[in-house]
């Protein structure tokens, strides 16, 4: 769509996503928003929608509500019939709403008579076995009777469509959901499946069972669809990244294996190598180590190498990428969950531990760079000569043939080391080295 096509939808179109009740279901296995609950005040329902629409002068409206508009648990009929007034008073000509099949009834098909009624349904897959194994609770059958329903009172059908469902042969049965609705919905929207904070397919996820796919496995899928004027499609509908719910938040303490493969990290470092766009403008990757305080931006090493690449005129140009055991984080996600709430104790370290640390962490940072080694032009590291991290990376680097710089003069280091000084990356000498080293980049 144009920017002034855009422009003109937007003054045209309200959308609203009024909270209320909780969806009757609620197990869907991607769904998280099915899973939320609010309390049910018709009273703070009308005065919410009254400001909603308070600027709008447009014609068409949309409410989105994450279970179904015509469930009376979630939204009583006082509320529904005070929605159509109110899109008559405005001459709001087209409402869409959404609901679950079970809900579609003539009674309340004839409560939105005089308005252009357009419903939404979450069929997902047209296959009765696949929409038991994701537990959508509703067969084929009951998605056409609600069809027929919604039809028979002149009004129209969106068919939601999942893309990458967990169950066998998703591919063509995604094609052939797509022949189904193509035939009996007004609307089709293709959603990648990404899966909200709640959802229970993150667990399949960490698992191993299941993993989403990025925007061009999912173009990909859906190219014979794209210039399908009924067909909307979305690779992204809400920002998605691996959102753990706080019930399953962690504090990570531990050393070996399992900590550097906690399911968690596992799924973020996925996410960071299929998913993650790094940010545009920034060609110099720095390479740095952790720290003990989280998160990181508070530590003593990072507010001074924070002040060392501020300082330098390269400053908008740097990316900051720590690795650790939880293995490639770009640096904009050192507050996120579980990078701010782990501890590895490198005291506790053994010789096949760190063995171990150099080799996953090694294939997680050549995936990264695999993946975005374009985005950048230098690579700089400044970390303890010595550092298993380190080693890590110049292995990867080697491997892919990116040439790496450290950030200092190894012979400054070992001097301090042979002065006695335990923590050389903190001293002025090595953080001006790394300054200027930045500077002399083109
Ligand atoms: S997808 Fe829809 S029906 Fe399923 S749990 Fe979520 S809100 Fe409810």
Excluded at 43 to 54: C, H
Excluded at 172 to 196: C, S, W
Excluded at 249 to 260: N, P, Q
């Amino acid at each position: 769509m144009k920017a002034n096509e855009n422009k003109k939808v937007q003054e045209t179109t309200k959308t609203i996503i009024p909270r209320s009740g909780k969806c009757s279901w609620g197990k869907c296995i991607f769904c998280g928003y099915g899973k939320e609950e609010y309390p049910v005040n018709v009273q703070a329902l009308k005065v919410w929608l009254d400001r909603q629409l308070l600027d709008f002068h447009g014609d068409t409206l949309k409410i989105y509500c994450s279970g179904s508009f015509l469930d009376d648990e979630q939204f009583p009929r006082e509320f529904r019939e005070y929605v159509v007034k109110k899109c008559k008073d405005k001459g709001i000509k087209h409402l869409q709403i959404e609901s679950r099949p079970e809900f579609v009834t003539d009674e309340k098909l004839e409560e939105f008579d005089e308005l252009d009624l357009i419903i939404g349904i979450g069929l997902e897959v047209a296959d009765d076995q696949a929409l038991k194994l994701i537990a959508k609770g509703f067969t084929v059958k009951d998605y056409l009777k609600a069809v027929e329903k919604i039809h028979k009172h002149g009004f129209k059908v969106k068919a939601y469509v999942l893309v990458n469902l967990p169950v066998p042969n998703w591919e063509k049965l995604f094609h052939k959901t797509m022949e189904l609705a193509r035939k009996t919905a007004d609307r089709i929207v293709v959603m990648n499946l990404l899966p909200h904070g709640k959802a229970p397919i993150l667990e399949m996820w960490a698992r191993g069972e299941w993993k989403p796919l990025s925007r061009k496995d999912f173009e990909k899928v859906v190219a014979p669809y794209m210039n399908d004027p009924k067909v909307e499609v979305e690779f992204e509908t809400f920002r998605f990244i691996p959102n753990i719910p706080n019930e399953k938040k962690v504090f990570i303490e531990g050393v070996g294996k399992d900590y550097i493969e906690h399911p968690w990290y596992n799924i973020w470092q996925d996410w960071f190598s299929r998913i993650y766009e790094p940010p545009a403008g920034k060609d110099i990757a720095l390479f740095v180590p952790c720290s003990y305080t989280k998160p990181y931006s508070r530590s003593k090493t990072h507010r001074l190498i924070d002040k060392a690449v501020k300082l330098s005129e390269k400053a908008k140009r740097i990316h900051r990428i720590v690795i650790s055991s939880p293995g490639v984080i770009p640096f904009e996600f050192n507050n996120y969950y579980p990078f701010n709430a782990y501890e590895w104790d490198e005291r506790l370290e053994t010789p096949e531990v760190k063995e171990e640390y150099v080799r996953i962490n090694k294939e997680r940072i050549k995936k990264y760079l695999k993946a975005h080694g374009r985005h950048y032009k230098h690579f700089i590291a400044y970390f303890r000569l010595e550092s298993e991290s380190l080693e890590a990376l110049k292995q990867a680097c080697d491997e892919l043939g990116i040439k790496l710089v450290l950030g200092y003069n190894p012979e400054t280091y070992m001097r301090l080391v042979n002065e006695g000084e335990k923590r050389p990356l903190f001293r002025e000498e090595l953080l001006h080295e790394l300054k200027s080293k930045l500077e002399a980049i083109k």
